[in-house]
């Protein structure tokens, strides 16, 4: 029965997300890589999840029987996550926002993305780290900017959700750190370097880093 009910969870969730916006609140999110591949991401804070189709111009206002049912399909989305690798544990706010305690680790073999959602409208993902030819890779931070927000167009309805935008992303390591956007640069202890964006409504440039592996 556990595995059929984890197999139903999996297979609905897409549904419950389908053509919601995922937007970070407040948060603590931190990034491990080190030189071997290794990595450890985790994200502890505040998510939204929007309706892009309630953001547009002219809609017409929630009525009580739309906003009733929308705390419905929250809360089983809180229930599907929390049954997903990775999410440590997941509750329901109330309107549209979720407290998230995700940790994940592996081996950097081929680009990670948080977070996916393969039947959403509109994606923004908070981190995303791209494994590139030359032994490098790069992280950014989308979701923690508003630069991809303003791409995405008005009807997005992530402008609305950027006075949210409160947290701190870190990035950790022993690579050789190529090239980064952090103004006060890194961090050092030991071989380790640290790099630290305190990320608000104001942050125009998202938080990005080149790191050379092994």
Same mark, same amino acid.
């Given at each position: ?56 111009? &002219?809609?017409?206002?929630?009525? =009580? %029987?739309?906003?009733? +049912? ?8 809180? /229930? $599907? ?71 995405? &167009?008005?009807?997005?309805?992530? =402008? %609305?959700?950027?006075? +949210? ?8 390591? /022993? $690579? ?39």
């Amino acid at each position: 029965m556990g595995v059929f009910v984890r197999l139903a969870a999996a297979l609905c969730l897409p549904l419950l997300l389908a053509g919601c916006l995922l937007t970070p609140g407040k948060f603590t999110s931190r990034l491990l890589i080190n030189a071997d591949r290794s990595f450890t991401y985790s994200y502890v804070g505040e998510v939204h999840a929007l309706d892009p189709e309630q953001m547009k111009p &002219g809609k017409e206002p929630v009525s =009580a %029987d739309d906003k009733r +049912k929308a705390e419905v399909k929250a809360r089983a989305i809180a /229930d $599907a996550l929390s049954k997903e690798a990775g999410y440590r544990s997941v509750r329901y706010l109330g309107d549209g926002a979720f407290a998230i305690d995700y940790q994940v680790s592996g081996t950097l073999t081929h680009n990670f993305i948080y977070p996916f959602n393969l039947d959403g409208q509109a994606i923004v993902p908070f981190v995303a780290v791209e494994l590139r030819g030359n032994g490098t890779v790069r992280v950014k931070a989308p979701g923690f900017a508003n630069e991809s927000k303003d791409e995405l &167009g008005p009807m997005s309805g992530a =402008a %609305d959700s950027s006075d +949210k935008l409160d947290g701190t992303f870190v990035l950790e390591t /022993d $690579a050789e750190l190529v090239s980064t956007n952090n103004e006060e640069g890194p961090g050092t202890a030991g071989p380790r370097k640290t790099l630290t964006w305190k990320v608000s409504p104001l942050t125009r440039d998202a938080p990005t880093a080149v790191l050379r592996l092994h």
